[in-house]
């Protein structure tokens, strides 16, 4: 029997943090659950096709778009189950048995999101996330996404956009997302940069915005600015 399990991570120059993510992934590969890693690269300038190549990963190309990306990752899959990261998402020790165990149900699923910073701001804006995700059915990517290849067709897979692919798909399974007890703990490196309060409540509003009616073109020129 075939492992069951695709794992997609869209990368962009990504080096800095996609040794760890794959590392963190081994523990799937010796459960026998791993079918193979994709990563769907846009255009990466540093070593991350290297990382990628030395891992044993398959690598699938196109332009940059998270939404894109995805989506080609998930078309490249020949796996059953399709576990989405991001390429600065290390998984908890122990997540191969979370997600072993939640593939026996129906519902795609998320982990638990944590920043790998200590710290007001972390726990804050985390513990948010967490709430959100909960309480809205809107986790992001950051979170992971774990769905089986026949519920992604079902609700069309994640949309070819440049922003807000995570919360259009999470909308599309409302009702069928149910959340994980295992951490996804990411980097903080975004926040810091910006501001743990300054770029959480960016966020929000991008999502407010978004829900309101804006296009993704337009939320992802103003999030580049």
Same mark, same amino acid.
């Given at each position: $029997?075939?492992?069951?399990?695709?794992?997609?991570?869209?990368?962009?120059?990504?080096?800095?943090?996609? +040794?760890?993510?794959?590392?963190?992934? $081994?523990?799937?590969?010796? *459960?026998?659950? =791993?079918?193979?890693?994709?990563?769907?690269?846009?255009?990466?300038?540093?070593?991350?096709?290297?990382?990628?190549?030395?891992?044993?990963?398959?690598?699938?190309?196109?332009?940059?778009?998270?939404?894109?990306?995805?989506? !080609?990752?998930?078309?490249?899959?020949?796996?059953?189950?399709?576990?989405?990261?991001?390429?600065?998402?290390?998984?908890?020790?122990?997540?191969?048995?979370?997600?072993? +165990?939640?593939? #026996?149900?129906?519902?795609?699923?998320? &982990?638990?999101?944590? &920043?790998? *910073?200590?710290?007001?701001?972390?726990?804050?804006?985390?513990?948010?996330?967490?709430?959100?995700?909960?309480? &809205?059915?809107? /986790?992001?990517?950051?979170?992971?996404?774990? =769905?089986?290849?026949?519920?992604?067709?079902?609700?069309?897979?994640?949309?070819?956009?440049?922003?807000?692919?995570?919360?259009?798909?999470?909308?599309?399974?409302?009702? #069928?997302?149910? /959340? $994980?007890?295992?951490?996804?703990?990411?980097?903080?490196? !975004?926040?810091?940069?910006?501001?743990?309060?300054?770029?959480?409540? !960016?966020?929000?509003?991008?999502?407010?915005?978004?829900?309101?009616?804006?296009?993704?073109?337009?939320? +992802?020129?103003?999030?580049? #600015?």
């Amino acid at each position: $029997m075939r492992a069951p399990l695709t794992i997609v991570i869209p990368t962009l120059n990504a080096e800095a943090g996609l +040794a760890a993510t794959l590392e963190a992934l $081994m523990e799937g590969l010796s *459960a026998g659950l =791993i079918r193979e890693v994709i990563v769907s690269d846009a255009g990466s300038q540093d070593r991350t096709a290297d990382i990628a190549d030395e891992a044993g990963c398959d690598l699938v190309t196109g332009p940059p778009s998270r939404g894109g990306q995805l989506r !080609r990752g998930a078309a490249a899959a020949k796996g059953d189950w399709l576990l989405f990261l991001h390429a600065d998402t290390v998984l908890e020790a122990g997540w191969s048995d979370h997600v072993a +165990a939640h593939m #026996k149900s129906e519902n795609a699923g998320y &982990f638990r999101l944590r &920043f790998n *910073a200590r710290g007001v701001g972390p726990k804050w804006v985390a513990a948010w996330a967490n709430l959100r995700s909960v309480l &809205f059915g809107l /986790p992001y990517g950051d979170q992971g996404l774990l =769905i089986s290849r026949v519920a992604y067709l079902e609700v069309g897979g994640y949309p070819e956009i440049p922003l807000m692919e995570d919360v259009a798909i999470a909308r599309a399974l409302r009702g #069928k997302l149910t /959340p $994980m007890s295992c951490v996804a703990l990411t980097s903080w490196e !975004r926040y810091e940069r910006a501001g743990w309060l300054k770029r959480g409540s !960016r966020n929000l509003v991008t999502l407010l915005r978004y829900l309101l009616g804006a296009s993704p073109e337009q939320l +992802a020129e103003s999030y580049r #600015k």
